[in-house]
């Protein structure tokens, strides 16, 4: 029997975890103060090091003025999940060994998810299309189509999920048939969606298909190039919220709809996947207000500041923003509209960096293709899901081969304890 290896992190990670820059952490490591071990794919560091010099850290910081916090409160808490799907390390993003912006510039979404959930390299040359079942997609676009006119992307996307689950008599079969339940899940989710311009043939691939779903602008093949250069972006991204919330319902053994739906209650947050829709908005006031009212209204109306700025995992900044702004450049150079719309937003972004030192981040970019191309502006928020999915249910099978209910906390307590007398509350005003 052998020893789980100790986990460790990369360097993104440990310096997310201490709240510094990459640059920081390779000071330390210069310093003595911590060791790291060098890899085929970069630096890694102990965790429980990294955790024991985070608790250090904070002991010689200067308390906080105010109130002090309740004990255990100070800090994130070390998670640390083995992964083999994601990699941020050195200002890139890698899935399985490939750089995102490659694979994103010479292959389509459903080659890289066909690859991903089964491994085989193969897939991603000669990749199967992505097919919902015929009857149960009908039933759930019926269903979506029920929903109010005004219903949130989310809403729709979630109506969509819990009624393919409830067609799928098979969904608690968690063996071998996982992948190909994530394949029919992924495909129904888009083709649920109600269609804002013309239907394209079946079989189409995803971001074909999925583009008359967000847009009547007409589907050029570098507009759908953008589409798909989206969708194999925002894959995954090591553990992001959504994605721990999906984990952890796989390891309750819920069913694979289940776990998307998990992550998209994750996901639907101002703080997460929904940061394009401001964006939008923001580069639509730009272009009619001009960037710099619409950057200093956004900046006082958002408690985060502007909407689409800074990547804490990325100090050089989101090199998936850059990649699909390339994308959307390209697909929008012989359209007048969606060509100012990304000179707009080009300048909206040399003007948030000249005043804070920050980059775009992939949700800028994200809200700028909806704003290009005419979409909703909760348009990001679909690419983004329908995205992520993919990467939730790859997530869910390597979950499925883990131990059970293996991503259960142990909450501490921190409040009353029963038959100790209680100071009475004090008065007020």
Do not use: K
Not at 44 to 53: C, L, Q, S, W, Y
Not at 401 to 423: C, D, E, N, S
Request: net charge negative; aromatic share 6%.
């Amino acid at each position: 029997m052998h020893d789980d290896p100790a986990p460790t992190l990369s360097a993104a990670q440990a310096a997310a975890r201490l709240g510094i820059r990459t640059e920081s952490v390779y000071a330390y490591v210069s310093r003595g103060l911590l060791d790291r071990r060098r890899t085929a794919h970069g630096s890694r560091f102990d965790a429980m090091e990294v955790e024991r010099f985070a608790r250090t850290r904070r002991r010689t910081t200067p308390p906080p003025v105010g109130p002090a916090p309740p004990a255990g409160s100070d800090g994130r808490p070390l998670g640390v999940i083995d992964t083999d799907i994601s990699l941020i390390e050195d200002g890139s993003l890698w899935f399985r060994g490939r750089e995102s912006g490659e694979l994103a510039g010479t292959h389509t979404y459903d080659a890289v998810v066909d690859w991903l959930l089964t491994r085989d390299e193969d897939r991603l040359d000669h990749p199967r299309p992505l097919l919902s079942s015929p009857g149960s997609a009908a039933l759930a676009a019926a269903t979506v189509a029920a929903l109010p006119h005004d219903a949130p992307a989310s809403s729709r996307l979630l109506v969509a999920v819990a009624t393919l689950a409830a067609l799928d008599p098979l969904r608690f079969d968690l063996g071998d048939a996982v992948a190909s339940t994530a394949r029919r899940l992924i495909a129904g989710l888009v083709d649920a969606l109600p269609l804002v311009g013309e239907d394209p043939p079946s079989g189409e691939p995803i971001a074909r298909r999925l583009w008359p779903r967000l847009t009547a602008a007409e589907p050029t093949p570098d507009a759908v190039r953008a589409l798909d250069t989206a969708l194999i972006l925002l894959v995954d991204h090591d553990m992001a919220v959504s994605t721990v919330a999906a984990r952890a319902a796989a390891s309750a053994r819920a069913h694979l709809y289940a776990v998307v739906a998990a992550g998209l209650g994750a996901l639907d947050s101002a703080a997460h996947g929904a940061v394009s829709a401001p964006v939008h908005v923001m580069i639509v006031e730009a272009a009619s207000d001009g960037a710099e009212r619409a950057v200093a209204a956004w900046s006082r109306r958002s408690p985060t500041g502007v909407p689409g700025f800074g990547q804490f995992l990325y100090p050089d900044g989101d090199p998936r923003a850059g990649a699909l702004m390339d994308a959307v450049r390209r697909a929008a150079a012989h359209e007048a509209d969606a060509r100012a719309v990304v000179e707009t937003a080009d300048e909206i972004a040399r003007l948030v960096f000249s005043r804070t030192n920050t980059r775009p981040s992939v949700d800028f970019a994200l809200g700028t293709m909806s704003a290009a191309f005419g979409m909703a502006a909760d348009g990001g928020e679909i690419v983004f899901a329908v995205g992520r999915a993919s990467g939730w249910c790859c997530h869910a099978m390597a979950e499925y081969a883990m131990p059970p209910l293996r991503l259960r906390p142990v909450g501490r307590y921190v409040g009353p304890f029963p038959g100790i007398a209680q100071p009475p509350p004090r008065a007020r005003g």
